[in-house]
């Protein structure tokens, strides 16, 4: 919604002839995306792990077709959080980076705390990445 705020001041700015404060629109427009951007990121990096530790789940009740499901979301995750990383500009090396350490900071909350565990499942299955 900022976006689009931003974008429309950016256009009825450039209406009125004022190119400083249509970059200056611009650029608050690019920097929500930005954030926006970085949000999902670090979301889909979360996702990442609740979705394995949905797959280890599975496996111990003997539920292939659940951890199937979880895998293919897990790698989702993984795969959704890859594409922001390089759309953030951020090199292979750092996106690996992150996702160990999101999978150091978040794994021992998640097994730890069941009602962080499952706030994160629900907050990811909103996202559609669980």
Known sequence: MRVIAALSLAFLL????????????ASGAEDAAT???????????KCFV?????????????????????NAKARLAFDTGV???????????HINEDFALVQARELPNMIADTDYYKNAVA????????
């Open 50 to 70: 609740a979705g394995g530790i949905a797959v280890g789940d599975a496996q111990k009740v003997h539920d292939p077709a659940k951890e199937a499901y979880f």
């Open 35 to 45: 954030r926006a951007n970085r949000t999902a990121y670090e979301a889909s990096l």
């Open 83 to 93: 594409k922001l990383g390089r759309k953030l500009g951020l090199a292979n090396g």
């Open 14 to 25: 450039a209406a009125h002839g004022s190119q400083e404060a249509t970059a200056q629109a």
């Open 123 to 130: 907050y990811c299955k909103a996202l559609g990445l669980m």
